[in-house]
């Protein structure tokens, strides 16, 4: 099947200037930079900025905490890892001015980490553009590590750190989520609240201010019911209130924010730039499209999960059912066309109840959804060339799995089901699948061998490396660990 992009719209052959690309690679964001702009008159920034942050964590530390799930905040294992280390090279064909292109390497099979000293951790998180780490300990640090050079490690400078490190600003609070961008990252903690750290050129830190970096980990200006789960794309945000409310912010190219609109305008005749979202606002509507056309609201949208790919959103809501939005190349949105989507847009194909879906994945150009029968559908595409699926098609090999977690990074995914971890991903890949040196890619799922026996209770995929948890309960969970190579920084 054919994946090339139509352009539907008439009013986009007229100008030409207003060209969609899609900026997969770091080494072109800084055209993009150029060509688009971010109007001040247009942005939402609320006219009296400078709340102070004393009384802000006086605020927050008065706030009760929400209650845990079942076994808390994430099961404490052992932190293991594979892939690129050199920060600074991933996802780029050259280095920066002033990086050594040498510094780190690959590790083609899973490490576990020595500079933790045999700590356990209870969260990690990455992201499918993201370069950079956020890990919990047991004793509840965030640490974190990685590529930092827009301030996304929120430790208040931008020096890449290659040793876990903690962040000041959240040590009188229990992070029980990250979430990290391309070059930006959230943290939520256990009252609810929503820190932000990173580039903030296109509002993507929710901070309400126009500080182009945020150094520091700060509260996003946010105030509404407590917020339980968050998600980043590569420049935007969402966050999701307990009450099932969904609130975007940063840039709403491609329809990404999900609020009927993509935010262009022209400044002049040739100089287009947008509207972003410096502050979360809600997703007021939900449609359902029938196949002539007619759009109809959906009523009463209580969303209760979703996963954000570079430019694109899947969630689900209380009844099974998924809604796409964003950038509609390739099939990712599951609704077997090509056209971008600027509200959520309910996906025919998993209508209840014998469809329901009860988790989503998203990874840079497709999605990954496990259905309420445990069976897995991928939608979009994972290679950077070939056929696409334009609509939800079952993962063959994964059928018979009991399938706990899914990391999806640019190209690679990597699933933990059972007693094992399967992996796949087409070249070029640096060790993010733990195959090893003698085979380094898939386009198939293949079984790590270097985890068999190991029950991973979490994983999480960056741009071109993995992170898992791995149970340390039994002595021979402790001696297959034992067994794993370790990396130290």
């Known amino acids: 099947m054919s994946t090339k992009r139509k352009n539907t719209s008439s009013l986009e052959k007229s100008r030409g200037k207003a060209k969609k690309v899609e900026y997969d690679d770091e080494d072109i964001s800084s055209e993009h930079e150029s060509d688009v702009e971010d109007a001040d008159a247009g942005s939402n920034v609320d006219g009296d900025d400078a709340v102070e942050d004393a009384d802000d964590l006086a605020v927050v530390a008065t706030m009760p905490e929400l209650p845990p799930p079942e076994g808390g905040w994430g099961k404490p294992g052992t932190l293991a890892m594979c892939g690129l280390t050199n920060w600074d090279m ?3 064909k050259a280095p920066p001015k002033g990086v050594k292109a040498t510094v780190g390497r690959s590790l083609w099979t899973p490490h576990t980490f020595k500079n933790l000293e045999g700590t356990r951790v209870r969260l990690v998180a990455s992201g499918p553009a993201a370069s950079h780490n956020v890990v919990v300990t047991e004793d509840n640090r ?6 930092n050079d827009k301030g996304q490690l929120g430790v208040g400078d931008t020096k890449r750190r290659d040793e876990p490190t903690e962040v000041e600003t959240l040590k009188d609070h229990t992070v029980i989520a990250a979430a990290c961008g391309r070059n930006h990252t959230l943290f939520l903690t256990s009252r609810g609240i929503v820190f932000a750290a990173g580039d903030n050129k296109l509002g993507q830190c929710g901070v309400g201010k126009s500080e182009t970096c945020i150094a520091a980990a700060m509260k996003i200006k946010y105030t509404g019911p407590p917020i339980v789960k968050i998600g980043c794309g590569v420049d935007f945000s969402m966050i999701l209130d307990i009450k099932g409310g969904l609130h975007s912010f940063g840039s709403p190219e491609y329809g990404a924010l999900g609020h009927n609109t993509d935010g262009k305008y022209f400044i002049t005749s040739t100089k287009m730039a947008f509207h972003f979202e410096k502050v979360p606002k809600r997703i007021v509507l939900y449609v359902e499209r029938a196949k002539d056309g007619h759009v109809t609201p959906l009523d009463r949208v209580e969303i209760t999960d979703f996963s954000c790919g570079y430019h694109h959103t899947v969630a689900i809501d ?3 059912r998924a809604f796409s939005w964003g950038f509609g190349g390739v099939g990712r949105l599951g609704h077997a066309e090509q056209r971008d989507e600027l509200v959520p847009r309910l996906i025919k194909f998993f209508d209840p109840p014998s469809r329901g879906i009860k988790s989503i994945h998203c990874g840079s150009t497709y999605s990954i959804a496990i259905n309420v029968h445990g069976s897995a559908l991928m939608f979009g595409q994972t290679k950077r060339t070939g056929e696409a699926n334009m609509y939800p098609k079952p993962i063959q090999d994964l059928s018979g799995w009991e399938i706990r977690c899914v990391g999806c990074s640019q190209t690679s995914v990597v699933v933990a089901a059972d007693e094992s971890v399967i992996a796949w991903g ?28 190991l029950y991973i209770t979490a994983v999480t995929c960056g741009l071109s490396h993995t992170l898992f948890i791995c149970r340390d309960e039994s002595d021979e969970e402790k001696a297959k660990l034992a067994k794993l190579q370790e990396y130290s920084v």
Do not use: D, I
């Open 318 to 320: 209380n009844k099974n």
């Open 90 to 92: 991933s996802g780029r």
């Open 426 to 453: 087409a070249s070029p890949t640096f060790g993010e699948l733990g195959f090893g040196e003698m085979r380094k890619s898939s386009t198939t799922p293949m079984e790590v061998k270097a985890l068999e026996g």
């Open 142 to 147: 965030c640490l974190v590590f990685g590529r």
